[in-house]
């Protein structure tokens, strides 16, 4: 049974960076592409970014250009993301997802229980 | 980015009701479409890919349609499980989801 445990909650000030984890049991997780999504209070998912299992190259959503680093430890199975230069409305819950393998359409077969990350002055 | 309209955003049903969810693409996405439940303090479960394709484990009170632009998901006799948030998300270009749809309880 393939698991996605994430890192504790998170407080931060504004301006302050914040590095989540994303470890995986059961199976290996790079060998699937990882994706990061996030969900404000009240609000919709938003779709953060990318890790390509074939060399661990990332690729974000162009509104976090510059704030958002994805990388990726095989020794450890886990994956991580810092975002940076942090705002108030960068809080919400952040959420690994493995992308089910040879499935067109990006299905999400996979995913961490959740990350709080609040930023507060 | 395509947009996806999600209806309604809060259904009021009783267990065994028929229930559908729809979701509007912006543009045509093929069947590239999935859906998920999503319950408090659970990581989100994958229902059906591809449009109509039951994820492995999941009952099959649930049922998924569509291409194009506008796609289903249907829960044939709603269980006291199944009251939870439903999201659908397209894998078509850049992902996006609905807004969700809430079940409730009537």
């Known amino acids: 049974q393939v698991h996605l445990v994430q890192s504790g909650a998170e407080v931060r000030k504004p301006g302050a960076s914040v590095n989540l984890s994303c470890k995986a049991s059961?199976?290996?997780?790079?060998?699937?592409?990882v994706h990061w999504v996030r969900q404000a209070p009240g609000q919709g998912l938003e779709w953060i970014g990318i890790?390509?299992?074939?060399?661990?190259?990332?690729n974000h959503a162009q509104k976090f250009q510059g704030r958002v680093t994805l990388t990726r430890d095989t020794s450890t199975n886990t994956v991580y993301m810092e975002l940076s230069s942090l705002r108030s409305d960068d809080t919400a819950v952040y959420y690994c997802?493995?992308?089910?393998?040879?499935?067109?359409?990006?299905?999400?077969?996979?995913w961490g229980q959740g990350t709080l990350v609040a930023v507060s002055s | 980015d395509i947009e996806m309209t999600q209806s309604p955003t809060t259904l009021s049903a009783s267990v065994g009701d028929r229930v559908i969810i729809t979701c509007r693409a912006s543009q045509s996405i093929s069947r590239y479409v999935n859906w998920y439940q999503w319950k408090p303090g659970k990581a989100p479960k994958l229902l059906i890919y591809s449009a109509s394709t039951l994820q492995s484990g999941v009952p099959s009170r649930f049922s998924g349609s569509g291409s194009g632009t506008d796609f289903t998901l249907t829960i044939s006799s709603l269980q006291p499980e199944d009251f939870a948030t439903y999201y659908c998300q397209q894998g078509y270009s850049t992902l996006t989801f609905g807004g969700g749809t809430k079940v409730e309880i009537k």
């Open positions: 059961g199976d290996t997780l790079s060998n699937y592409y």
């Open positions: 890790i390509d299992p074939s060399d661990g190259s990332p």
């Open positions: 997802a493995r992308e089910m393998a040879a499935v067109a359409g990006a299905p999400l077969d996979y």
